[in-house]
């Protein structure tokens, strides 16, 4: 039978020590540590009596109920992880309508995208680093492409939650799209060079399309090839959106850049209705001219037109003619400079060639037809004014400030760009992990209040401590306090801890 003794060393420590006596020998079987003090020793002696029990499988028969003391001597450190962090948006997930088990993969890969967004490669030792999750690099890349197939399911699982979760009746949702462009040269028939929104016109890129709510809380998205106009992507969407998910739509906003005689044919046949923005610089100088004398110049002043694109809706603002006639004006100062050197006027918006000579003019009817529109800004609807009156519909498509944040939220705090994948699956899976990371983000804001940069600082905020007494092998896990910022965030989830 074990049992411990002391034995004073050379140094003058106590050293603890587990023995065997055997044919009048001493047997060390365990040097558990040398402590200085009656303290220490006694720490050491408590843990020489766990190892024997552990290793003999015998319990004393007046088991010590105080509580373990851990001595330093004695004491492995093995680092610090978030498990907590990855235990609340795991809730977090399943909240959304996410099953944790059937979609660890993509919800693990997802929630660095929130943490530390990086390469899939790096994402792989951060898992490890934060949250002691392993992954095979070789399994991962293998694993990736086969994302695809969660698409619908995760779309599913997004309009469940906006419907269900967030009471959303789905009655308006935000249309819009961005450019996602590659670390790369190299194309293809999805990756094509096109008109870049990251100012990276000779990269090749993707176009994005992105339906939300109006919270802005994405509802679903479709990939095109980079070279896609992007008015042509939103009846794709439309279409996709309402018959994979029999949702019915009843209107769409979009910016400008969706306007077509095609769209809004598209639109109506669908039954669809629509507030889209209206490039007013196209109108005829008739419809200008009218809506000008109609406005007054008086602030906050709307009026309603028909025309083959719908209903014109145009309002007047003091704050933003200050701004356009300010701009106006310093383009013209220019205008008037390169017609003085003689220079082209290619980059100026009120310079022309004077007939077929080599000499430039400024654009003086191009001049008079900006003034008539100095703080004017136009929407087309096909909604009746009984229906939805003239402000209603400015205030329906300034909504769309949600989709633009969506995306921002999704370039900058998830770093969806710049994109390494070259295979046409992987680019697709790849952008799937970000989706399911900008639901949870926007699920995360929205509940909140907060933005997702300042939930996450908080969330990390609380570490687990790991510690191994060397003398049992038992590990100790010790978690930081959970502050009062991290208590309030949590009361508004309504997550345990």
């Given amino acids: 039978m074990p049992s411990i003794r002391k034995t004073k060393t050379e140094s003058g420590a106590i050293a603890v020590q587990v023995v065997r006596y055997e044919n009048r020998k001493v047997v060390v079987l365990k040097h558990v540590g040398s402590g200085q003090t009656d303290k220490e020793v006694k720490t050491l002696i408590k843990s020489a009596s766990i ?10 028969l007046f088991p010590d109920k105080t509580s373990r003391i851990l001595s330093l001597t004695t004491t492995e450190y093995l680092g610090v992880n978030h ?15 996410f099953d944790s088990n059937q979609d660890r993969f993509l919800l693990d890969f997802s929630f660095m995208r929130l943490v530390e967004p990086t390469s899939k490669l ?13 992954y095979a690099e070789r399994s991962v890349y293998r694993d990736l492409p086969k994302l695809i197939e969660r698409k619908m399911a995760v ?8 419907t269900n979760i967030m009471q959303s009746d789905l009655s308006l949702v935000l249309y819009d799209v961005t450019t996602l462009y590659f670390e790369t040269f190299d194309t293809d028939e999805l990756r094509v060079q096109g008109f870049s929104k990251d100012n990276k016109s000779q990269q090749p890129q993707v176009v994005v399309g992105l339906l939300v709510n109006q919270a802005g809380f994405p509802l679903g998205y479709e990939v095109f090839a980079g070279n896609t106009f992007e008015g042509k992507t939103m009846i794709p969407v439309l279409e996709a959106f309402a018959e994979k998910y029999n949702v019915v739509v009843p209107t769409v906003v979009a910016d400008a850049a969706m306007l077509s005689h095609t769209n809004i044919t598209e639109l109506t046949s669908r039954k669809l209705s629509y507030v889209v923005g209206a490039r007013l610089a196209n109108c005829s100088p008739k419809i200008i001219k009218e809506v000008s004398t109609a406005l007054a110049s008086k602030d906050g002043q709307t009026v309603r037109l028909a025309t083959k694109h719908g209903d014109l809706i145009v309002s007047f603002s003091a704050k ?36 077929k000579s080599d000499a430039y003019v400024l654009n003086k009817e191009l001049i008079e037809k900006t003034k008539l529109l100095l703080g004017v800004k136009g929407y087309y609807t096909n909604i009746p004014q009984e229906k939805l009156s003239n ?21 900058s705090d998830l770093l969806t760009r710049p994109i390494f994948h070259h295979k046409e699956d ?20 929205i509940q909140t209040g907060l933005s997702i940069k300042k939930i996450m600082d908080n969330l990390l905020s609380v570490t687990d401590a790991k510690m191994k007494d060397a003398t049992t092998n038992e590990v100790f896990t010790f978690r930081s306090p959970v502050s009062s910022e991290v208590k309030s965030i949590l009361k508004k989830l309504g997550v345990s801890y």
């Fill in 51 to 60: 190892w024997i029990e552990k290793e003999t499988n015998q319990t004393s």
């Fill in 391 to 411: 402000r209603e519909v400015i205030d329906r498509y300034h909504d769309l400030w949600h989709v633009e944040q969506s995306f921002r939220m999704a370039k």
């Fill in 426 to 445: 992987a680019i697709k899976s790849h952008l799937l992990i970000c989706f399911v990371a900008l639901v949870i983000g926007k699920y995360l804001e």
């Fill in 155 to 162: 779309e599913k699982v997004a309009i469940a939650c906006a």
């Fill in 320 to 355: 933003r003619f200050r701004k356009n006639k300010a701009d106006m004006e310093k383009q013209i100062a220019k205008g008037k400079l390169l017609v003085e050197r003689k220079e082209p006027g290619r980059r100026a918006k009120f310079v022309k060639r004077a007939g």
């Fill in 83 to 97: 498990i907590f962090t990855y235990d609340i948006l795991t809730q977090i997930a399943e909240q959304c309508g």
């Fill in 122 to 134: 790096r994402t792989i030792e951060l898992l490890k680093r934060y949250f002691s999750i392993n």
